[in-house]
């Protein structure tokens, strides 16, 4: 299995929710519970783990036609041209890795990403999330804004009739820890499938989610991404691969 122990620190405002994708709709900042145990009940400001693997698949279509014209991606670069999130092709890299719809299941796992204090990063990372979500005192009760915004109607210039809605945000300087493996074997398991070369999916993640220091990451939210312990397993000498997550360390 490949690992990697990832904290998003939110810069500006972190605009996430369970809204419509309409930015001119009420959102609400994702809340689940935490597993039984953590935090006595309470909730956790949560970046879905879906969302992020979302985030990571849109540049992962942008960064694979560059790394295969480079020959850094020799395997299933097929359909690569012609796939995107919404017709997937079910056989390029992006699919293989982030699945596609009806197709072969996907072997990267990204977890929900929870509001950690800051100084308590490094226990988190050593215990791992699952162990650490069993810990009270490690998890940030993240404060949220509620901005309230006026939609001003264009031809008038006044407000615009039921213009009014609300935002959740969180604040500056957020801390968020999740985790995202790649299992190997569920690449391999499926025979009819083309084969993908490991090494080549690692570079591919890397250089996907070091993309998201550069864009948003939400509606108009901005991140720094760190990875702050990695395991690369059977790639961990690929070169290309250390010097991507050389990056992702600072
Ligand atoms: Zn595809």
Redesign the pocket.
């Known amino acids: 299995m490949i690992s990697l122990k990832v904290v998003l620190e939110v810069k500006g405002l972190g605009l996430w929710g369970a809204g419509k994708e309409d930015f001119e709709a009420d959102t609400t900042t994702f809340r689940p519970k935490l597993p039984a145990g953590a935090l006595s009940g309470r909730r956790c400001v949560v970046i879905p783990g879906a969302y992020v693997k979302g985030l990571i698949r849109g540049w992962a279509y942008r960064v694979a036609p560059l790394l295969a014209n480079k020959g850094l991606i020799t395997t299933s670069t097929r ?2 041209n012609k ?1 995107w999130i919404k017709e ?5 890299i ?2 293989r890795v982030f699945g ?1 719809l009806g197709g072969t299941p996907s072997p990267l796992e990204v977890t929900n990403f929870y509001a950690v204090k800051p100084d308590r990063v490094k226990e988190v990372a050593e215990l791992g999330l699952e162990d650490a979500l069993e810990r009270e005192d490690l998890w940030e009760d993240a404060q949220v804004l509620v901005l309230t915004h006026v939609r001003i109607d264009d031809k008038s210039g006044k407000a615009a009739e039921g213009g009014l809605y609300e935002v959740e945000a969180v604040q500056p300087g957020a801390t968020f820890y999740g985790e995202i493996r790649l299992y190997e074997e569920l690449l391999s398991s499926l025979e009819s499938a083309p084969q993908v070369k490991v090494e080549e999916i690692c570079r591919l993640i890397l250089a996907s989610l070091a993309q998201l220091n550069f864009s948003y990451a939400g509606r108009r939210s901005r991140v720094k991404v760190r990875v702050i312990g990695a395991d690369l397993g059977a790639v961990s000498e690929d070169a290309l691969s250390k010097a991507l997550l050389d990056g992702l360390r600072r």
Do not use: A, N, R
């Not at 997937?88 to 390029?92: D, L, R």
């Open positions: 359909g690569l796939c997937t092709c079910g056989e390029c992006v699919c596609s």
